[in-house]
């Protein structure tokens, strides 16, 4: 009963900015843990961040900690992942997911997807 939307990839040069955005549709979205994984093409699925419902938590891979911000407005049923420092590694398709109360670093642990946007960092 969530849907989600991607948006806001794109093509940047590294040490450069992006800001991904994830609009849900659903009721309580509050009540729904969201995390951002990425998938590089011919590799496997990679956890990236995870963000409570409330906002409060947040959990990080180490790839990305200190480079990437995740966050949330629940009164807009928006998720946000913005990545600074941007690296070549960083390339892949992005795709939020959902899941009910906990977060979690497993893709397999999530519910509901996205269709993922691409990310493309030029060395």
């Known amino acids: 009963q969530v849907q989600l939307v991607e948006s806001g990839g794109g093509l940047v040069q590294a040490g450069g900015s992006l800001r991904l955005s994830c609009a849900a549709s659903?009721?309580?979205?509050?009540?729904?843990?969201t995390g951002w994984f990425r998938q590089a093409l011919g590799k496997e699925r990679e956890f990236v961040a995870t963000?409570?419902?409330?906002?409060?938590?947040?959990d990080y891979a180490d790839s990305v900690k200190g480079r990437f911000t995740i966050s949330r407005d629940n009164t807009r049923n928006t998720v946000y992942l913005q990545m600074n420092s941007l690296k070549p590694e960083d390339t892949a398709v992005y795709y939020c997911?959902?899941?009910?109360?906990?977060?979690?670093?497993?893709?397999?642990?999530?519910?509901?997807w996205g269709q993922g946007t691409q990310v493309t960092v030029s060395s």
């Open positions: 997911a959902a899941r009910y109360y906990t977060g979690s670093r497993y893709y397999a642990q999530y519910d509901y």
């Open positions: 659903g009721r309580a979205f509050r009540s729904y843990a």
């Open positions: 963000i409570s419902g409330s906002g409060g938590g947040t």
